[in-house]
């Protein structure tokens, strides 16, 4: 009681793979995304986060250890192998063009069902990994999305932990998007260094300050919800990460209340 669905991450029973890439099946998959987006505008949820890549969150390793043992993912370009390039990995401009083609096709279908659709940058931020260009990884490429296809229901999953590791500012982006209405919700970790090489770290420490990015959220009148996604593993925890997500949230409940006391 007093629950409500917020949002969900990711179209139900679908592959983003074929559109992604383009490839045979590209037709099936995007009408059934539509069906994905209509289904939860019928289930009352308002906000559908997605990502734009198909291997998923990228690290090169699961175990780092950090602080009292715990375990936390990194990524560090120098352990990168030296795979062999696929033959039929499309052109960045080939990459673009499908997603504008996903675009033109889900957008107005999110709207009829009022849901809003919250793209979150690629992870690990790089120009390209698994020998796929990422498109969405600079405050640019999010600006050349928004206006590709322009729609009330289409902003951003502030990632934050990722924006953490890229080359760009987070308040930079938390201005940009924010000034426009266009962040949608919010994943709430951070992470240590920046590409090339970074790995996550808990919430309290970083190389942002939790209340400073709160403070910054409240400023651009951000209201929608604050969570976190990806957290260290400690010892005695659950596969979910129970005990590590607890501290996360306790801390972000007491950071925001701090905040708006301010």
Not at 60 to 80: N, Q
Not at 93 to 101: I, P, S
Not at 189 to 210: K, L, W
Request: with cysteine.
């Amino acid at each position: 009681e007093g629950l409500r669905r917020a949002a969900v991450e990711g179209f139900p029973g679908c592959s983003t793979e074929p559109v992604i890439y383009g490839r045979d099946g590209m037709e099936t998959e995007l009408e059934q995304i539509k069906s994905a987006v209509r289904a939860v505008g019928r289930a009352g949820i308002p906000v559908l986060g997605y990502d734009w890549s198909p291997q998923g969150v990228g690290r090169t390793s699961v175990g780092t250890k950090w602080r009292g043992g715990a375990k936390v993912t990194e990524y560090d370009s120098a352990d990168l192998g030296n795979g062999t390039p696929p033959t039929d990995t499309p052109s960045e401009a080939q990459l673009w063009g499908n997603y504008e083609r996903f675009l033109e096709e889900v957008l107005p279908v999110a709207e009829e069902a009022g849901v809003k659709l919250a793209l979150h940058p690629n992870d690990p931020p790089v120009d390209e990994f698994d020998n796929t260009p990422f498109l969405h990884t600079t405050i640019e490429a999010f600006e050349r999305t928004m206006e590709m296809v322009p729609s009330p229901n289409h902003g951003i999953n502030l990632g934050i932990g990722t924006w953490s590791a890229s080359e760009e500012d987070v308040f930079d982006v938390i201005d940009t998007f924010g000034s426009r209405d266009e962040i949608f919700y919010v994943h709430f970790r951070d992470v240590a260094g920046t590409v090339p090489s970074f790995h996550e770290t808990f919430v309290d420490e970083g190389n942002y300050d939790a209340f400073d990015l709160l403070a910054a959220l409240d400023d651009v009148d951000y209201e929608g919800i604050v969570i976190p996604d990806h957290v260290p593993r400690v010892a005695g925890d659950t596969d979910w990460g129970h005990r590590s997500r607890s501290f996360t949230v306790g801390y972000l409940r007491a950071a925001l209340e701090a905040v708006q006391r301010d």
